[in-house]
């Protein structure tokens, strides 16, 4: 974790939007007040309506989208988070979610699995497929209505690396030792954190909102909060022209500051 004072990059508003099995958990800040505020939505759509004013809006959700062979993306997370590489997982082909998109509720996992396992060689999740409907909401709207702000796919768990002094957290979030560390990562980086956690597990039921969709949005919050750097560096686009890529911190890790020394 890292010590000392945070400089923060950014001071406008930041949201960090995570999916939900009620639909939506939304975390943000307004600009010129670093209160934090969290709400549910039925919608991807009443998100970023609410939220068009954002300066920094993030999401946890895969955005661009690949066509004949997986992300390098998710290749990099996955070599970044080590022991936690499983939490990157691979996402839906363009195809996969154009099929979604067309058939709605009548879409079929086995209809779907093999259109994955066509375009990349290997078959699709049932944990990619349960959120295909939410990758195939976001995609709508970013394809039809093109809102404003700039919405960018980001991933928590490379946030909490990046800010981390990019060791990952081993534990996961379903345990308590897990939430315990990654409560210690946002204590360093989010004031407020606590009461905007605290507020949102009392409003919501448990079958709407998990723990871990709250910690997810917070985190994007926090990472929001500072300049954002590419997963890779110059990610390509997809053929609907999104960008294939995960937003993280750029910071530096606070070890950095006693290289000069380490290198005498």
């Not at 549910?40 to 998100?47: D, N």
């Not at 957290?169 to 560390?181: D, E, L, N, V, W």
């Not at 448990?206 to 709250?214: M, P």
Request: hydrophobic letters at 35%; aromatic letters at 6%.
């Amino acid at each position: 974790m890292r010590s000392g004072p945070v400089t923060r990059c950014v001071t406008g508003s930041v949201v960090g939007v995570d999916g939900c099995a009620g639909g939506w958990i939304a975390v943000w800040t307004t600009g010129g007040d670093e209160t934090l505020h969290s709400g549910r939505y039925e919608s991807i759509e009443a998100v970023v309506d609410d939220h068009a004013a954002a300066d920094t809006f993030l999401i946890d959700m895969p955005i661009g989208l690949p066509d004949s062979e997986p992300r390098a993306c998710d290749s990099v997370a996955r070599q970044r988070l080590g022991a936690r590489s499983s939490s990157v997982f691979p996402v839906p082909c363009r195809a996969v979610v154009d099929y979604v998109q067309r058939e709605g509720d009548a879409a079929e996992y086995d209809h779907a699995n093999t259109l994955q396992r066509e375009r990349l060689g290997s078959g699709l999740s049932k944990q990619a497929w349960n959120i295909t409907p939410k990758i195939a909401a976001v995609d709508t709207v970013l394809r039809e209505a093109h809102p404003t702000p700039d919405i960018r796919e980001s991933h928590p768990e490379c946030c909490f690396a990046a800010l981390n002094d990019w060791y990952p957290i081993a534990q996961p979030k379903s345990t308590a030792s897990g939430r315990a560390a990654r409560f210690g990562v946002l204590d360093s980086e989010l004031d407020g954190w606590r009461d905007c956690y605290e507020t949102a597990l009392d409003e919501h039921y448990r079958k709407h909102l998990a723990r871990d969709d709250i910690i997810d949005a917070l985190v994007l919050v926090a990472a929001g909060q500072h300049a954002l750097t590419s997963i890779p560096g110059k990610p390509p686009t997809d053929e609907a022209g999104l960008p294939m890529e995960i937003v993280v911190p750029d910071v530096d890790p606070s070890w950095h500051q006693h290289l000069s020394v380490a290198e005498q």
